[in-house]
């Protein structure tokens, strides 16, 4: 890799807003990838989330281990700031996918348990903090900025 590519895909300046984001997002994504690989926090782990792509959602198998791994694997990237730009881009790629599932459902989340799936209103600000950190890169206390 070129390497003032190299150095634009982690430069970033020590903006505590992009550090407050890189967390946020990282936290609130990582539980749902533990969900799909681990089990964790009542999900189904990595073969019953590969069940459910392959045979619900219809979605192939490399496509489906990407979205586990993005939303595990990356989350943790992004909370560490390692590869900030490239987590974010992943998890914006996952996050407008799995939306357009979602779209049927409306824009609300499904906190009463009324209707029968939840709307995209929570993809919505992944899109946005994704797009920021793309933007300016992962802040202070990220990996980046020591690399």
Aim: hydrophobic share 55%; net charge neutral.
């Amino acid at each position: 890799m070129n390497a003032n590519l190299f150095h634009q895909l982690l430069s970033t300046d020590n903006n505590i807003i992009l550090t407050l984001i890189r967390i946020v997002l990282g936290v609130v994504v990582f539980p749902h990838g533990a969900q799909k690989l681990f089990g964790w926090f009542g999900g189904h782990g990595w073969n019953g989330s590969m069940n459910f792509f392959k045979n619900v959602v219809g979605v192939p198998y490399l496509l489906g281990a990407l979205s586990i791994l993005t939303e595990s694997v990356l989350a943790v990237f992004l909370v560490a700031g390692l590869f900030t730009r490239v987590a974010a881009l992943a998890i914006l790629i996952n996050m407008i996918v799995a939306a357009t599932m979602h779209f049927k459902n409306g824009f609300f989340m499904n906190w009463n348990g009324n209707s029968k799936g939840e709307g995209y209103e929570f993809h919505l600000l992944t899109f946005a903090l994704s797009i920021a950190l793309i933007i300016g890169g992962g802040g202070m206390f990220s990996l980046d900025s020591l690399l």
